[in-house]
Nanobody, 119 residues
Framework: QVQLVESGGGLVRPGGSLRLSCVPS????????VMWYRQAAGKERELVAG???????TYARFVKGRFTISRDNIEPTVYLQMSPLKPEDTATYYC?????????????WGKGTLVTVSS
């Protein structure tokens, strides 16, 4: 079993920055991919970014060039650096992970962290 805990959300002005963290625990050696999804009110959950065990990354078109996914292999923690933020980035951000090395929604989900971008 794997548990995922997100943190780092909050209220930020347009143009500002936030760094989200996802800390996995449990059988983390079995994980091959960690991803960030988001879900805005009234919308479907969507993939934001992902990183494979070999370091390969992927980004949604709407965040490319603004968000960066990275990991600290010692901690271990997966980060999502977001800048500059736009009002349309407002959503609950979820960490997702799986044993299969693919950028599709996996079995393990965190509870989410809320990001609100507003002036």
């Amino acid at each position: 079993q794997v548990q995922l805990v997100e943190s780092g959300g909050g209220l930020v002005r347009p143009g500002g920055s936030l760094r989200l963290s996802c800390v996995p625990s449990g059988d983390i050696s079995s994980l091959s991919v960690v991803m960030w999804y988001r879900q805005a009110a009234g919308k479907e959950r969507e993939l934001v970014a992902g990183i494979l065990k070999d370091g390969t990354t992927t980004y949604a078109r709407f965040v490319k060039g603004r968000f960066t996914i990275s990991r600290d292999n010692i901690e271990p923690t997966v980060y999502l650096q977001m800048s500059p933020l736009k009002p349309e980035d407002t959503a609950t951000y979820y960490c997702n992970a799986d044993r299969l090395p693919a950028f599709i929604a996996g079995d393990y989900w965190g509870k989410g962290t809320l990001v609100t971008v507003s002036s």
